[in-house]
């Protein structure tokens, strides 16, 4: 059974970035497609895009495109989600999720990324 | 983009009675549905597919029903653990996923 598991919290000012990372183990594929989706404390879920490691594709909402790089690094089947000028906005928690086009079956543990001066 | 609308943002509910969740998109999705369970301070779950197909391991209590842009989650006898937040998303529009908004069943 794939688990994710993600990268510890982080701590940011405005205006800088975040890179959080999502390594799966166990299943097939080894990397599998990933989709990101941000929670604001106290909001829904919003997707933020996805990798396809198989094919190197990406895809991205168009809220943050511009502003996020997701990538992967097959060899250890690990995802990353880089997200650019930060702001207070941006204080959230992060999940990674296994994209199986119809929905995200598996999800990561979440990583809690605070925005503050 | 398509956007999914959840009604109502809180229902109060007592154990064992029924649940009826909505969700309504603003353009059909066909049945490119899927229903997810929030508990706090968790990761969501994936519940439902395919607007009516229970993920694996999920109890038969929970049933998703609806196409096109009316949608309905039902829990037929609200279990302790059930009292949660719970998304509906689309990925008709694929490869753009769309959240609804969420609602919170509470207990009565």
Known sequence: ?117 | EIVMTQSPATLSVSPGERATLSCRASQSVRSNLAWYQQKPGQAPRLLIDGASTRATGIPARFSGSGSGTEFTLTISSLQSEDFAVYYCQQYNDWPQLTFGGGTKVEIK
């Open chain 1, 1 to 117: 059974q794939v688990q994710l598991v993600q990268s510890g919290a982080e701590v940011r000012k405005p205006g800088s970035s975040v890179k959080i990372s999502c390594k799966a183990s166990g299943g097939t594929p080894n990397s599998p497609t990933i989709s990101w989706v941000r929670q604001a404390p106290g909001q829904g879920l919003e997707w933020m895009g996805r990798i396809i490691p198989m094919f190197g594709t990406t895809n991205y909402a168009q809220k943050f495109q511009g502003r996020v790089t997701i990538t992967a690094d097959k060899s250890t089947s690990t995802a990353y989600m880089e997200l650019r000028s930060l702001t207070s906005d941006d204080t959230a928690v992060f999940y990674c999720a296994r994209d199986v086009h119809w929905a995200l079956d598996i999800w990561g543990q979440g990583t809690v990324v605070i925005v503050s001066s």
